[in-house]
């Protein structure tokens, strides 16, 4: 069956630029490549894409920032000032535009004052939701504030609801950001920060339908607007607030919140995890899988356009100056716990799989630019559908990491409404679109167009037309392997990595075979 997403014909076409691409790294036979037609509207600019949309999330679970991020500054493992020195030049390469800390649900049981001052003297928690581990606050405000200063990244500092206070809130706020001669903005310099720190972004609580508290959205709603009164900055510094919201296919927090709460409130949070089986005590593996949850992978992903869309709905009704933004500030895959290892430190295998769930959640987001501000990978190191895997001194980067790379040039950029007909990619009671669009003109106004190939069997030959603008060239990078669960491993971490695509004339026009199974970022010029 051929899904026919609004493709305009006839004379707009007089109007396109026929371009067609053609990929000559992992060429395979033309013969059974799916046609693809995508048309760029080039001449109808939509909202910007903001570069937040690519973000991270970094909690304090498993080895997600200790042994990740931190090893200390008296580890063998090469660091400065006791961060990993090869996972911070892989992240500060990523451009990563914001980092939400410290949790998670580890953020409603989090205490700031436990992680300040000489690292010997501060307290050793236990980690009750993340494996019950030690918590030995070695990682702190100061520390944290430092590696985003070191990858050049904006923060989102998850605030204690859960089991705080807003007077302890209220505290966090002056201490990292007061300029007077407080005596938290002094305990701040006597630890060694003299200058204020930027706070962009402060998150009051997290989940507090779950972990962080069992709240309905009507007492959170009431406590929003009593935690909010108290995050304070100096003039002109002021952080955007964000206010927990739903998950899934949910819009009642949504509903709640923009019912309730008149002021303060800058966005609402949102949180979805893609699981292969969609079931949450049988998750499915992150790799090893069956053909079936390859595609139950990659629809369960895609099922995050239409709860965005609801949630717009109700912001559109309830906030129709458009006021209150759509962060996604969880989303990512989930699978089961790998065997023999501690089922609390969420650890998984990151493959070819994951890199094409995010290249579809890239081009679903771009699509809701203008309420979805942004959205945070769950999580950045050593936790879910993570960028980098460490083991000891080891470092790999996931096929994820390199989707993240691939389309950097989409943060901030404008992003183009694409027409697209393409067959669909079906097996047993799955169906999928196989091939899925996005298309942009980024900040030095090259054209970018986002290619996701979901078939994992067959290849499909692309024909973009552009509407407004000649194209010359296309050049770009493709992501793809022989297997499913592809994947870097410390001993092979160059197994999946992106290759150029160089475009090629065929017939007087340009085609691009996109290989099964791939994601690719082009450059029409
Ligand atoms: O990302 C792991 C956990 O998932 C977070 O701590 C929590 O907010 C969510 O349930």
């Known amino acids: 069956m051929t899904?026919?997403?609004?493709?305009?014909?006839?004379?707009?076409?007089?109007?396109?630029?026929?371009?067609?691409?053609?990929?000559?790294?992992?060429?395979q036979s033309t013969k059974g490549a799916a046609k693809v037609a995508v048309t760029i509207r080039a001449g109808e600019p939509g909202a910007t894409i903001n570069p937040n949309v690519y973000g991270q999330f970094a909690e304090?679970?498993?080895?997600?920032?200790?042994?990740?991020?931190?090893?200390?500054?008296?580890?063998?493992?090469?660091n400065t000032n006791g961060f990993r020195n090869d996972v911070v030049k892989a992240l500060k390469d990523l451009h990563v535009p914001v980092v939400r800390w410290p949790g998670g649900c580890f953020a409603d049981e989090y205490h700031w004052r436990d992680g300040i001052g000489p690292r010997a003297g501060r307290p050793v928690k236990v980690n009750t939701h993340w494996g019950g581990v030690a918590e030995t606050n070695e990682f702190?405000?100061?520390?944290?504030?430092?590696?985003?200063?070191?990858?050049?990244?904006?923060?989102?500092?998850?605030?204690?609801?859960?089991?705080g206070s807003p007077q302890e809130m209220a505290?966090?706020?002056?201490?990292?950001?007061?300029?007077?001669?407080?005596?938290?903005?002094?305990?701040?310099?006597?630890?060694?920060?003299?200058?204020?720190?930027?706070?962009?972004?402060?998150?009051?609580?997290?989940?507090?339908?779950?972990?962080?508290?069992?709240?309905?959205?009507?007492?959170?709603a009431n406590l929003f607007r009593q935690f909010a009164?108290?995050?304070?900055?100096?003039?002109?510094?002021?952080?955007?607030?964000?206010?927990?919201?739903?998950?899934?296919?949910?819009?009642?927090?949504?509903?709640?919140?923009?019912?309730?709460?008149?002021?303060?409130?800058?966005?609402?949070?949102?949180?979805?995890?893609?699981?292969?089986?969609?079931?949450?005590?049988?998750?499915?593996?992150?790799?090893?899988?069956?053909?079936?949850?390859?595609i139950s992978t990659l629809?369960?992903?895609?099922?995050?356009?239409?709860y965005i869309t609801g949630n717009e709905k109700v912001l559109d009704k309830n906030d129709p100056g458009g006021k209150v933004a759509f962060y996604v500030d969880e989303w990512g895959t989930w699978y089961s716990p790998e065997p023999g290892r501690e089922?609390?430190?969420?650890?998984?295998?990151?493959?070819?799989?994951?890199?094409?769930?995010?290249?579809?959640?890239?081009?679903?987001?771009?699509?809701?630019?203008?309420?979805?501000?942004?959205?945070?990978?769950?999580?950045?190191?050593?936790?879910?559908?993570?960028?980098?895997?460490?083991?000891?001194?080891?470092?790999?980067?996931?096929p994820t990491y390199y989707a993240f790379q691939m389309y950097i040039p989409f943060q901030g950029a404008t992003f183009l409404p694409t027409d697209i007909t393409t067959p669909d990619y079906s097996l047993g009671t799955d169906t999928v679109q196989s091939v899925s669009v996005s298309a942009a003109r980024d900040i030095n106004g090259t054209l970018q167009l986002a290619l996701v190939n979901l078939d994992p069997n067959r290849e499909a030959a692309v024909t973009t037309a552009v509407t407004g603008m000649q194209v010359k060239s296309a050049s770009g990078r493709v992501l793809t392997a022989k297997a499913m669960d592809a994947r870097n491993t410390f001993d092979t971490?160059?197994?999946?990595?992106?290759?150029?695509?160089?475009?090629?004339?065929?017939?007087?026009?340009?085609?691009?075979?996109?290989p099964p199974k791939s994601v690719a970022v082009i450059q029409l010029q």
């Not at 026919?4 to 990929?23: F, K, P």
């Not at 702190?140 to 089991?163: C, D, L, P, Q, R």
């Not at 629809?299 to 239409?306: F, G, L, P, R, Y």
Request: with cysteine; proline share 4%; net charge positive.
């Open 299 to 306: 629809k369960h992903t895609m099922q995050i356009d239409e």
């Open 3 to 27: 899904k026919r997403n609004r493709l305009r014909a006839g004379s707009l076409l007089l109007m396109c630029a026929c371009v067609a691409i053609a990929a000559s790294a992992m060429a």
């Open 493 to 514: 971490p160059e197994a999946v990595k992106p290759v150029s695509i160089v475009a090629k004339k065929e017939g007087g026009k340009l085609v691009l075979r996109l």
């Open 171 to 220: 505290d966090w706020m002056e201490y990292m950001t007061s300029d007077t001669v407080s005596t938290l903005a002094n305990l701040r310099r006597k630890n060694g920060r003299d200058k204020p720190w930027e706070v962009q972004f402060f998150g009051i609580g997290n989940e507090t339908w779950g972990c962080g508290g069992n709240m309905t959205p009507e007492y959170y």
């Open 229 to 294: 009164t108290y995050v304070k900055a100096p003039r002109g510094h002021r952080p955007k607030i964000v206010a927990s919201g739903g998950h899934d296919a949910g819009t009642t927090w949504a509903d709640v919140l923009t019912t309730n709460v008149h002021r303060d409130m800058d966005a609402i949070s949102h949180h979805y995890y893609t699981m292969p089986t969609g079931v949450w005590e049988k998750k499915g593996n992150s790799v090893g899988f069956p053909e079936s949850e390859w």
């Open 140 to 163: 702190g405000t100061h520390e944290f504030m430092a590696f985003a200063e070191m990858i050049g990244t904006k923060v989102y500092i998850s605030g204690n609801v859960g089991s």
């Open 343 to 398: 089922p609390g430190f969420l650890y998984q295998q990151n493959t070819l799989r994951d890199a094409l769930v995010a290249g579809l959640n890239f081009n679903i987001f771009h699509r809701h630019a203008q309420r979805v501000q942004m959205t945070n990978i769950a999580q950045m190191v050593n936790v879910l559908q993570a960028m980098i895997l460490t083991d000891g001194p080891k470092m790999a980067l996931t």
């Open 60 to 78: 304090h679970l498993g080895a997600g920032i200790y042994g990740g991020v931190w090893v200390g500054e008296k580890s063998d493992i090469p």
